[in-house]
């Protein structure tokens, strides 16, 4: 398999509060902890705690089993915030995703962390994605 090139825009941030409003869209998500300013009506990103990826990424993060665990990295006025990057193909997904885990390593991600089972991948991100960076994963 060739090296493969992902440019992935992400769009939020969504708070625990707006969670509804995130698209029904396949893509790939990630979770942070964030501390909502209401003053400004802005959040500021406080850690990436987990990278995932859904054929439809509102239902997947609403009815997501790991919730409770997100929610225990959560400290005094922090709440979760999600961003979001459409990307349409499962297999183009998966190997994004997995290579932004590998790069970033979240702690609450146990898939891909240690081993990426694909040859180069190249990620570029741009948009709402603190704490993110280009990924240029060579297992």
């Not at 825009?9 to 707006?18: H, I, K, L």
């Not at 990630?30 to 209401?38: D, F």
């Not at 190997?95 to 962390?113: D, G, M, T």
């Not at 991948?121 to 280009?134: D, F, H, R, W």
Request: contains cysteine; aromatic residues 14%; proline residues 6%.
């Amino acid at each position: 398999m060739p090296t493969k090139n992902y440019t992935l825009e992400f769009r939020g941030y969504w708070r625990f509060a707006n969670l509804y409003s995130i698209p029904n869209e396949a893509g790939i998500y990630c979770t942070y902890t964030c501390t909502y300013n209401e003053k400004g009506d802005t959040v500021s990103i406080d850690k990436l705690i987990y990278i995932g990826e859904a054929k439809l990424v509102h239902d997947r993060i609403v009815n997501h089993e790991h919730m409770p665990v997100w929610d225990l990295r959560l400290s005094g006025s922090q709440e979760l915030c999600f961003s979001f990057a459409p990307i349409l193909h499962e297999s183009d997904r998966k190997r994004a995703e997995a290579a932004l885990i590998y790069a970033h390593k979240p702690p609450l991600n146990k898939k891909y962390v240690y081993r990426f089972p694909f040859e180069r991948t190249i990620v570029a991100v741009y948009g709402k994605c603190e704490k993110l960076s280009q990924s240029d994963v060579n297992p």
